[in-house]
């Protein structure tokens, strides 16, 4: 199968490029490189999926997405049959200081591939929401059947748009599509504005680390292969129509359109300062920490009902907090010659 994985040197990107050239798909992967984190950490994960893959099978282009012409250009060159969407301004702290950034990116870059999907018979596209999206909702754990009309930031606002606009497509052109909502995301080669990075790193250099909402915060932390396995499965379970949705009582997690949307989640909430006990654990070292109030535009808790993905995909997240924190610390050491 050929693929196209926008954000390819990402976080997530990087993992699903590995697995795809893995199983032998044929992977065309697009990024800007953007500076939002160390674009050092970018380029060295490019060197291992070069370095991993045979030049037939994988190839890389410089590109933003929210460059119209060259997003027609790469469809009309391609060849690829289903597409997967990481690229995206992420992190909904920086949404308050930059949200130019989260238009740019999110909505102009999503609709430019929405636009190449629906002119190039793509046969499925998969792409990156957020558990952003459930903004004030208190009901837990998160369900997709719940209303997910109050997003408390620009980049889960964004995100909430984009399973919108995904909507539009299918329905208007029978564009199959599939949003997933990631919670948390963490493992070896992640994002160095994430908390696990943010504490080991700060942890190792014996120097404080900043703990939001006086530590009181629970998430539902997911391992990356987790989330990888649960992207493939989606990617391979091509969307369809809801044959039971109905108009009079609409279900917002499918539809009457080859349209759907799923939380990838671990289902298991960890209490924030468990997690930081769990990293002084592994790395040996105890935390200097900085209790401070909670930040505009998070959220308490976050906790994934994960009932539609395991129904739809037969997956379900397994990894736990422990053995995803070692693996982690394990390469961040090395990575690092720390």
């Known amino acids: 199968m050929n693929v196209l994985v926008t954000g390819a040197a990402g976080f997530i990107g990087f993992h699903l490029c590995k697995y795809l050239l893995a199983r032998g798909d044929r992977v065309i992967g697009v990024d800007n490189l953007n500076d939002y984190y160390d674009v050092n950490l970018k380029q060295a994960r490019l060197r291992e999926l070069e370095q991993g893959a045979s030049s037939d099978r994988f190839r890389f282009l410089k590109l933003d997405i929210a460059d119209k012409s ?50 190039h018979n793509i046969e499925h596209l998969v792409y990156a929401s957020s558990s952003s999206v459930y903004g004030a909702n208190e009901t ?29 497509y299918s329905s208007l052109y029978q564009l199959p599509t599939t949003g997933l909502r990631f919670f948390t ?8 504005d994430m908390a696990l990075f943010l504490f080991t790193r700060n942890i190792l250099a014996g120097e404080p680390i900043d ?17 990888v396995e649960g992207v493939v499965r989606a990617l391979d379970n091509v969307a369809d129509c809801d044959p039971n949705w109905r108009g009079v009582n609409p279900d917002p997690a499918s539809s009457f359109a080859p349209w759907r949307v799923f939380n990838i989640g671990n289902g298991k909430p960890v209490e924030l300062m468990t997690y930081i006990h769990t990293i002084e654990k592994v790395v040996g070292r105890k935390a200097r920490i900085n209790l401070k109030p909670m930040q505009p535009g998070d959220v308490p808790e976050t906790a994934a009902d994960v009932e539609a993905l395991e129904a739809a995909v037969h997956y379900r997240p397994n990894t736990t907090v422990e053995e995803g924190i070692e693996r982690f610390v394990y390469w961040y050491r090395g990575f690092y010659s720390v």
């Not at 995301?185 to 160095?192: I, L």
């Open 70 to 119: 060259a997003v027609e250009t790469l469809f009309s060159e391609g060849a690829f049959e289903r597409v997967v969407n990481l690229a995206a301004q992420a992190g909904v702290r920086y949404s308050i200081e930059n949200p130019d950034a989260y238009i740019s990116s999110n909505i102009v870059g999503f609709m430019n591939l929405l636009e190449g999907c629906r002119h």
């Open 140 to 168: 837990l754990p998160f369900s997709e059947h719940d209303n997910v009309d109050h997003p408390l930031s620009l980049y889960a606002a964004t995100k909430k748009s984009n399973e919108l606009m995904a909507h539009t």
């Open 185 to 192: 995301v963490y493992g070896p080669w992640g994002r160095p």
């Open 211 to 227: 703990v939001f909402n006086h530590g009181h915060h629970r998430r539902d932390f997911t391992y990356i292969d987790d989330i």
